[in-house]
């Protein structure tokens, strides 16, 4: 980044800072940088279009670990609305949710709720806990290993720390940590496709008969699906519905899509195209008037009548 072309805080000029490009429409950035530095991921893929989400890698300062996910939330809005103007962002209704973990309140200090290598989509709507409280991270200093933000039931499921050399499945509902190179492979117990958070439900949709209204239950729905783990989540879509997407489902379908259309429309057609060439529009209500007269009403006979007339000049132009 050229520094002296941006408006960079200035807090953030003592830190590295660098673009990492991405495929697609996202973008990837990086502020910060130390041993005590935080490295995240932020992603957000509300918008119905593709073009307009985004993918932000950063490298927090150690003000952002200790505040609220508030700023980073607003961090990210900021550099979001200087690349989409006229879709900007209101980092107000906003909020962090962990990936195999929970929803952030705007007031959650990061450092208690987030680790470096966490990743984290920006959703809108209300802040789901569950019915248990946030289980704070251990700091970094302590030597017992870091419990991930979940509720009791998802941190029993998930474990405090994978173990070296594992990696965490990516697929629906699962979140477990395995060895890549163990034989035989770990079954994995997963969901087909992405949950669904409207309002207070959520479900998973390829089970929408099972629905739950917290956290806790919501987890507990069993997988529909068996395989072996995945640590690659790029092949399943988008990792969430919200509401947009069901109203795209369910919008209703018109009954007279394939019904002819309606002669008027037609004739109407035709009177801007012949405007648009130079014709008196007045003269055209006129003849169109008389035929309507002479075939009794009959639309339909005017307009073939037209079709008639036009395709024999241009079929035989004098």
């Not at 490009?21 to 593709?50: F, H, N, Q």
């Not at 035989?184 to 958070?197: G, I, L, M, R």
Request: charge should be neutral; charged fraction near 30%.
């Amino acid at each position: 980044i050229d520094v002296s072309a941006q408006k960079v805080p200035v807090a953030l000029l003592k830190h590295r800072i660098c673009v990492v490009p991405v495929r697609g429409p996202s973008v990837s950035v990086c502020w910060g940088g130390g041993d005590s530095a935080m490295k995240i991921t932020l992603r957000y893929e509300e918008a119905d279009e593709k073009e307009l989400h985004m993918t932000l890698r950063l490298t927090l300062p150690k003000k952002y670990q200790t505040g609220p996910s508030k700023d980073v939330v607003k961090l990210f809005a900021d550099h979001y609305n200087k690349k989409h103007v006229e879709h900007p962002l209101d980092a107000a209704v906003l909020h962090l949710k962990v990936v195999g973990g929970n929803h952030l309140e705007l007031g959650a200090k990061m450092e208690d709720f987030v680790a470096s290598g966490d990743e984290c989509y920006l959703l809108g709507g209300e802040v789901l806990i569950g019915s248990e409280p946030l289980a704070k991270r251990v700091p970094a200093s302590a030597p017992a290993p870091r419990a991930p933000v979940a509720v009791a039931a998802a941190a029993a499921a998930v474990g405090a720390k994978a173990e070296k050399g594992k990696l965490r499945c990516k697929r629906f509902g699962c979140n477990k940590h395995f060895d890549p190179d163990a034989e035989p492979q770990e079954e994995c117990v997963h969901h087909k496709a992405a949950p669904v958070f409207h309002e207070t439900a959520k479900w998973w949709s390829c089970c929408t008969e099972k629905k739950a209204y917290d956290w806790e239950q919501f987890m507990k729905i069993p997988g529909c699906q068996k395989g072996t783990h995945s640590e690659n989540a790029d092949d399943q879509g988008k990792r969430y519905l919200g509401g947009s997407d069901l109203r795209g489902d369910c919008a209703p379908v018109r009954l007279d899509a394939d019904a002819p259309r309606d002669p008027r429309h037609k004739l109407g057609d035709m009177r801007r195209g012949l405007i648009a060439i130079g014709v008196d529009g007045d003269l055209f209500d006129k003849v169109w008037g008389k035929l309507a007269a002479e075939s009794g009403g009959d639309i339909d006979k005017v307009v073939t009548t037209f079709a008639t007339r036009f395709g024999a000049l241009l079929d035989n132009p004098q």
